[in-house]
């Protein structure tokens, strides 16, 4: 029994100590932010490696998930007589909740795994100690710049999952099912919301952006000097982004249907 | 300005408890070619991580240029860093980046020079090192005598007071070698600078060193002039220079007693 208190002791210290290095890292990255602006060019290519790279993936993946959600929501709306709905419903579920969730999703499992898996070659092949060695500050040239391309790029890719979230669902419920066209455009124009709906949408999308970016380069950072550390940290990219981008997706959402 | 570039002084450093280093002290005059030598573990790459502050001493001092290197701020760190050159023992290029750029590397994030001045530089390097016609090649085309050899037109990019080799001869053919041996005297001479080498290949590293320190149970256990240590009788170098395989270094790992571990 106190062999397993104090275990379970010894494991809650560490996840707490690496709570508080994944802050510092954090606070750093910010402070040491001004070089990734002021060679924004270092920032661009960061942008093209996680943005562009990832947009396959976000398309097709949009394109599935509107003709899908098309599909399900004409077959429980039809049921009450209100299929002309279904574009308010696949607008409002992709730019409240499946755009920022799934794009974030995806980024983690596309551009941190990447990310991760880079940081932690070029620490565990002494490239990040070479730049520190040369009085290059490895925070302001590797760490900054990649941080804020996902800052920037997600919001944007999160944009776009649902612009071709909601064409999917165009395709499916006008020329298949045969939903009015009229209907499905002005019923969606009527009733998704600039403020409510599609600003707190890029809201999420930043603060994903922040969380999955983070995770991703302290999980690089941090990893062992190895190939099975490398491989670790891979890994738990992916699952703590997941886990924190649906529960951040919870808390945000009671935030923002109380304010 | 004192004499000596780089001092040690009665530096003790350890690891999770073990003590690597207990008081040592050693002292590298300008200009000089100097080994520190000793076996696998014995704690000379950490000596040159102290040197260059990645490392904080337990007790002691290390002094670069005169500055206590562990009681500099970041930005100090970072001023005495741009005085010394490094060579990973396995390069350590940047994967991203051409054999061109990442000579170019430490220019560019450095310095305000023109693209075209850092061209010529980086012409030069790559010229000194015999390397000019492969600045186009990406460091996963590269042999390893050649990445080492990038690695050390990168190290002397920006004319370092102080350049210093982690092993820099392990694991190259015979002909690497002796390019590797001959370039470090040769910019040592021609760049007016302070070399530092950690290895264990006693013919290569004796060849160009004017002067050598041994390491051994956290101490330096000898030092001298390559031709003082061929003829030491100390029982640690003889066995040491001459590669013997009975001395006072074991050849085992310390282990519970053989036939009892087989037998029970």
Redesign the interface.
């Known amino acids: 029994m106190l062999g397993f208190l104090s275990e379970l002791g010894q494991r809650m210290i560490a996840r707490v100590w690496r709570l508080g290095a994944g802050a510092h890292l954090f606070f750093l990255t910010i402070i040491y932010s001004g070089e990734s602006f002021r060679r924004f060019h270092l920032t661009l290519r960061e942008i093209y490696f996680t943005g562009v790279m990832s947009l396959l993936i976000i398309i097709v993946s949009a394109f599935f998930v509107g003709m899908v959600l098309a599909l399900q929501g004409y077959n429980t709306l039809q049921k009450y007589g209100s299929s002309e709905a279904i574009g308010v419903l696949v607008a409002l579920a992709l730019v409240r909740e499946l755009g920022p969730v799934v794009t974030a999703l995806l980024f983690a499992g596309r551009a941190g795994t990447a990310i991760t898996a880079e940081i932690g070659l070029m620490k565990t092949t002494e490239q990040l100690s070479a730049m520190e060695m040369m009085a290059v500050n490895p925070i302001a040239r590797v760490v900054a710049p990649r941080f804020w391309a996902g800052v920037i790029a997600m919001p944007i890719l999160a944009a776009l999952f649902s612009m071709v979230g909601v064409l999917g669902g165009y395709l499916v419920a006008v020329p298949l099912i045969g939903v009015d066209d009229g209907a499905f455009w002005s019923q969606m124009q009527a009733n998704v919301d600039f403020r409510d709906d599609i600003v707190n949408g890029v809201i999420k999308s930043l603060v994903f952006g922040v969380a999955c970016t983070m995770i991703a380069l302290f999980e690089g950072f941090d990893a062992p000097p190895t190939a099975e550390g490398v491989s670790h940290a891979t890994t738990r990219t992916v699952v703590i982004s997941s886990l924190t981008v649906l529960g951040l997706d919870f808390v945000l959402t009671s935030f923002m249907l109380v304010v | 300005m004192t004499s000596n570039i780089v001092e040690i002084d009665n530096v003790s450093f350890g690891y999770k408890g073990r003590l690597l280093h207990k008081g040592i002290n050693m002292a590298f005059p300008r200009g000089k070619v100097i080994a520190i030598m000793g076996g696998s573990g014995s704690g000379k790459t950490t000596l040159l991580r102290l040197i260059?502050g990645?490392l904080k001493p337990s007790k002691g001092e290390v002094r670069v240029d005169g500055a206590i290197v562990h009681q500099q701020n970041r930005e100090g760190?970072?001023?005495l860093?741009?005085k010394?050159g490094?060579l990973?023992?396995?390069g350590?290029?940047?994967?991203d980046l051409s054999v061109y750029d990442n000579v170019a590397?430490?220019m560019r994030?450095?310095t305000d020079l023109s693209e075209s001045m850092i061209r010529d530089l980086v012409l030069m390097k790559l010229n000194a090192v015999g390397l000019r016609g492969a600045h186009s090649l990406m460091p996963t085309e590269l042999s390893g005598g050649m990445a080492r050899r990038v690695a050390l037109a990168r190290a002397v990019a920006l004319d370092p007071d102080i350049i210093m080799y982690d092993e820099p001869f392990a694991g190259l053919d015979p002909i690497s070698m002796g390019v590797i041996c001959d370039l470090i005297r040769s910019l040592n001479d021609a760049l007016g600078a302070t070399s530092i080498i950690v290895s264990h290949d006693v013919k290569e590293t004796f060849l160009i060193a004017d002067y050598v320190y041994f390491v051994a149970n956290g101490e330096v256990a000898a030092e001298g002039t390559p031709h003082d240590l061929m003829q030491s009788t100390l029982p640690f170098v003889h066995q040491f220079v001459h590669g013997e395989k009975d001395g006072p270094v074991p050849f085992h790992y310390p282990a519970q007693n053989y036939r009892s571990e087989l037998f029970g």
């Open positions: 260059g990645q760190i970072y001023q860093r741009r010394m490094l990973f023992q396995h350590a290029l940047f994967t590397f430490p994030e450095l």
